[in-house]
């Protein structure tokens, strides 16, 4: 036999596809970057979009950590008033602008009063519309304590989806493996079979790979390149090319 010849095994076949919700299937309308400019400039602060933008991947990241600690839903009154004055705080960091915590809890306040809803981004639809048509079984994963099966519906996705887990039914966040493993018993397949794509590397990657299946990184903002240890992709219309690999 020819040593310079190696055998290499086909990636086993995926056969479900799971997907975070937050900033991998929609994103808030206005843009959040808008609601924080607002809100920002209501007392003298004037962040830049992209600094917003980049404000928002440092806290996210924390919001992630910190919901694998202790869902921010679960803590009293206080501490989430606590918790969401460091959020804002470092969304501004992220924009250049050091603020106190009561600063950037009033500023996280009027964030909140803004009207806005959830929209889908563009490429969701023609994404989930190929992977159906491959027969692949699809679902939500999300760290959210509300009903998610109402939510698909509403952002008209449900059809789409054989079934919604969220930290509310599964008792778990992600990373846990719990909150996973609810999502490969409703698909009916193994770890190896599976794939999730997500915006957090901690949340989504970590916690994906630690059941044994195999994640995405969704990376929108190009703010991500550090993580050269995942597949990562800038928008889900690259997603039906992974399946197949």
């Given amino acids: 036999m020819n040593g ?13 596809v799971f997907f975070d919700l937050y900033n991998t299937l929609c994103r808030f309308y206005p843009q959040r970057e808008q609601i924080q400019i607002a809100a920002a400039a ?8 992209d600094g917003i933008v980049k404000g928002y991947n440092a806290a996210d990241k924390f919001m992630t950590e910190q919901n694998a600690i202790r ?7 206080e501490e989430r008033d606590a918790f ?5 705080r470092l969304i501004l960091k992220g924009a250049g602008i050091e603020v106190t915590a009561e600063v950037a809890e009033k500023v996280w306040r009027k964030v909140r009063e803004a009207p806005s809803e959830l929209a889908l981004y563009d490429d969701v639809l023609p994404t989930l519309e190929i992977l159906d048509a491959r027969g692949l079984k699809l679902g939500v994963i ?33 990373p846990h493996p719990p909150i996973f493993l609810a999502a490969l018993a409703k698909a009916g397949v ?3 079979e599976a794939m ?12 994906a790979r630690g059941v044994g299946i195999r994640p995405v990184l969704l990376d929108r903002d190009h703010l991500l390149l550090e993580h050269t240890d995942v597949d990562r992709i800038v928008s889900l219309t690259e997603l039906p090319r992974l399946t197949e690999q």
């Fill in 4 to 16: 310079d010849i190696v055998a290499r095994a086909p990636h086993p076949m995926i056969k479900a």
């Fill in 190 to 192: 193994k770890p190896h």
């Fill in 42 to 49: 209501q007392f003298g602060l004037r962040p830049s979009p």
């Fill in 196 to 207: 999730h794509v997500g915006d957090q590397y901690a949340g989504d990657v970590a916690g």
């Fill in 71 to 77: 869902h921010v839903q679960k803590r009293s009154e």
């Fill in 84 to 88: 969401f004055a460091e959020y804002e």
């Fill in 142 to 174: 999300s760290n959210i304590y509300r009903d998610l099966q109402q939510l698909c519906e509403d952002l008209d996705i449900a059809q789409y989806m054989d079934f919604v887990v969220s930290s509310m039914t599964a008792g778990a966040e992600k």
